[in-house]
């Protein structure tokens, strides 16, 4: 038996629903931020706060785009004070939340 090749509009439906599987996929930030990280994290940006470091984790993990990510960071960062020059700790953060939003390639 012979298959028929997908058309054109469908290979774009089957790459439109993968893209959409993708990006729904957010990883929670507990997996990417290593133990050693989140005792600077909290000594550096959250006042030794197991409490605030929490608060942000869990807010963070309701984003559900790259853009609110950014607007929550920007908002921790006015509430905490946070430096963003030379501010390893800062640096560190922000990778680690970008990292979220980057696809899982299996």
């Not at 439906?13 to 929670?28: C, F, G, P, T, Y």
């Not at 990280?37 to 929490?54: G, M, P, R, T, V």
């Amino acid at each position: 038996a012979v298959i028929p090749e997908p058309t054109q509009l469908e290979r774009f439906q089957k790459m439109e629903a993968l893209h959409k599987e993708v990006s729904a996929i957010r990883r929670d930030l507990r997996e990417i931020i290593d133990l050693n990280k989140s005792f600077i994290f909290k000594a550096e940006l959250f006042n030794q706060s197991n409490d605030l470091y929490n608060q942000f984790i869990n807010e963070m993990n309701t984003t559900r785009t790259e853009d609110n990510a950014f607007i929550l960071l920007n908002n921790w960062t006015m509430k905490m004070n946070w430096k963003k020059d030379d501010n390893k700790a800062f640096e560190l953060l922000e990778k680690a939340v970008e990292k979220r939003f980057l696809p899982l390639l299996s």
